[in-house]
């Protein structure tokens, strides 16, 4: 009995372990990888590869970012770029010798410590346009799946709520998305709606001098269902970068999050949330939703989320010829 006992909570154990593991393959024109998520998330092993079946790529993520040891091979099979992350935007590189030719050892960049600002969120690195070589804008949308520390108790929106009050943070009306049309905090009824997501809006790029991707948001509008109509309908939007100083005041308490996540403002620098990817920068300014429908939306988020990384190791290989 106390056998049994002991192997029942082993099962247990395990289950829980892999609540909101996922693992998925996705084959496209472009992209054929298979890689592993929690709750949404990146989170796990990461493999692509050619169009040939050879290797391209082999590494982890945790939370959305790269991790640990990362290798990239050319459509031969030579191992031509092998990185050893330190954290998410400083790594250490090796190019193995290819046809007689000499790579020196590289620091992955300018140096960048991940440091805290007075106002107690992380710094960003500070970016030059001649530093971005690639870009991309993408817009998301948050929901409750798979992001409790943002609905549990609707306590994110209430802290947005009491900075609004507050007068920290302005309220952007819904259609104005580069932040210049100010609302009066009067006409948010909190009383009249309940929260049911977010939509967010960052950009995406590549740094040629860190050898680095990076993600920075830049707006942030609260999703509602109004309750007299039951529309649902976007609130407003905030300016994220306003947002941070009081974000970074607001801690996270949880016991199973990460040490280095410590307040709201480290859940979004560090991306410890999921969102699906809604529209990414179009001439025709295109939604996902207006050019196809139903489980094709998901698989074109992913998609997009893929080429995204695929296309940073091809910056990889292009540093190593």
């Known amino acids: 009995m106390k056998r049994l006992i002991v192997i029942l909570c082993a099962l ?10 996922e693992k998925h393959r996705v084959v ?30 082999e590494g982890s993520f945790e939370n959305n970012y790269r991790k640990g040891t990362w290798k990239m091979w050319d459509t031969t099979g030579t191992l031509r770029v092998e990185r050893d992350y330190e954290n998410p935007f400083v790594f250490k590189s090796v190019m193995p010798p290819v046809a007689n030719k000499k790579y020196a050892q590289q620091a992955s960049n300018q140096p960048y410590a991940l440091h ?49 009050t507050a007068g920290k943070i302005t309220p952007y009306d819904v259609h104005d998305e ?18 049911i997501g977010y939509k967010i809006k960052e950009d995406c790029f590549f740094d040629n001098v860190r050898y680095v991707s990076e993600t920075r948001i830049i ?38 999050l990460p040490t280095y996540i410590k307040t709201y403002d480290d859940l979004f620098f560090f991306r410890y949330f ?33 080429t995204m990384i695929e296309s940073e190791h091809d910056f990889w290989m292009d540093y190593a010829k």
Do not use: H
């Open 219 to 256: 707006g942030f509008c609260p999703v509602v269902v109004t309750k007299q109509k039951q529309d649902t309908v976007n609130l407003c939007w905030f300016y994220f970068p306003e947002m941070r100083k009081c974000l970074a005041q607001e801690p996270l308490k949880q016991s199973n």
């Open 28 to 57: 496209g024109d472009a992209y054929n990888a298979v890689y592993e998520t929690t709750d949404g998330r990146l989170n796990g092993a990461y493999v692509s590869y050619y169009k040939n079946g050879q290797k391209k790529a």
């Open 116 to 164: 805290y600002s007075k106002d107690g969120y992380m710094e960003y690195f500070k970016l030059e346009e001649k530093m971005v070589v690639w870009s991309k804008r993408l817009w998301r949308t948050i929901t409750a799946k798979n992001n409790p520390l943002l609905f549990d108790d609707n306590l994110f929106f209430n802290i947005l709520y009491k900075n609004l």
């Open 12 to 21: 247990v154990f395990v289950s829980f372990a892999m609540k909101g593991k």
């Open 274 to 306: 999921y969102g699906q990817i809604y529209k990414e920068s179009n001439v025709l300014d295109r939604p996902i939703s207006t050019y196809t429908s139903g489980n094709d939306i998901e698989k074109e988020a992913e998609r997009i989320e893929i």
């Open 178 to 195: 580069e932040f210049q049309q100010a609302l009066a905090v009067s006409k948010i009824d909190t009383s009249s709606f309940k929260v």
